[in-house]
């Protein structure tokens, strides 16, 4: 069943969430690119090129974000519906400000990532990306088809979970090395940093499934 939204101009309105979604894409591409190429080389001019995209696109996202706000509040009806799309909007656009947060840690502070945790390290950043992909799904199936929503949701739940186990085994294998404490917390930092992403996508999906209830009653 598709899904109808209650104000004029929604075929904007929709358009402008998929060109939202696009520019998230990308900051959480170049993100996840740019976390990866660290892994191998360190800090480097190339990460940085691709942070410098990341935050473009991050920017690029929030501008747009504003633009959707701007119009619901010239031309939307209930103010109900409106505030549900006000919070999802804003839920959304912390996940691309949460890469940047990991971002900002490599290129100001350059840690030392070992090796014996980059594995680990990888894989946390692929299941929250993978948590984001889901979001974006989320996003779509609402203007779609909201039934799926619930779905979804349950989804990123399961990741956010699985995120939450990985950062617990990575902290675990940090603190019984031999890195001094200084390391170690600083370290810590860009785990906790990475599982927040999926901590915000959480809280997205939480909104999502609200909002697909509502619609559908």
């Known amino acids: ?6 104000w004029r101009g929604s075929t904007n309105v929709k358009s402008r969430i998929l060109a939202y979604l696009e520019q998230a894409d990308l900051c959480l591409d170049r993100f996840a690119a740019a976390f ?4 191998e080389r360190g800090p ?15 920017s690029a996202a929030d501008d747009l974000r504003r633009e959707i706000e701007q119009t619901l509040y010239e031309h939307e009806l209930l103010p109900e519906s ?3 799309l006000l919070s999802l909007l804003e839920s959304l656009d912390h996940i691309p400000g949460a890469t940047q947060g990991v971002l900002n840690i490599l290129f100001l502070e350059h840690p030392v990532l070992p090796e014996f945790l980059k594995p ?5 950043v692929a299941i929250n990306i993978e948590a984001y992909g889901v979001v974006h799904s989320a996003v779509v199936a609402l203007m779609e088809d909201p039934a799926r929503t619930r779905e979804l949701c ?8 699985r995120s939450d186990r990985h950062q617990q085994v990575a902290i675990r294998e940090l603190y019984a090395s031999g890195l001094e404490l200084a390391g170690k917390l600083q370290i810590k930092d860009v785990i906790r940093t990475i599982g927040a992403i999926s901590d915000r996508c959480e809280h997205t999906a939480d909104l999502l499934n609200i909002i697909a209830i509502k619609r559908r009653i």
Not at 1 to 6: D, L, V
Not at 36 to 39: H, I, K, V
Not at 44 to 58: G, I, M, P, T, Y
């Open 82 to 84: 409106r505030g549900d």
């Open 44 to 58: 480097c001019e190339e990460v940085d090129d691709l942070r410098n995209d990341s935050h473009r696109a991050e």
């Open 36 to 39: 990866r190429l660290y892994l």
């Open 120 to 124: 680990q390290l990888d894989q946390l």
């Open 1 to 6: 069943m598709s899904f109808t939204f209650p």
């Open 154 to 161: 349950t989804r990123i739940d399961e990741l956010e979970s």
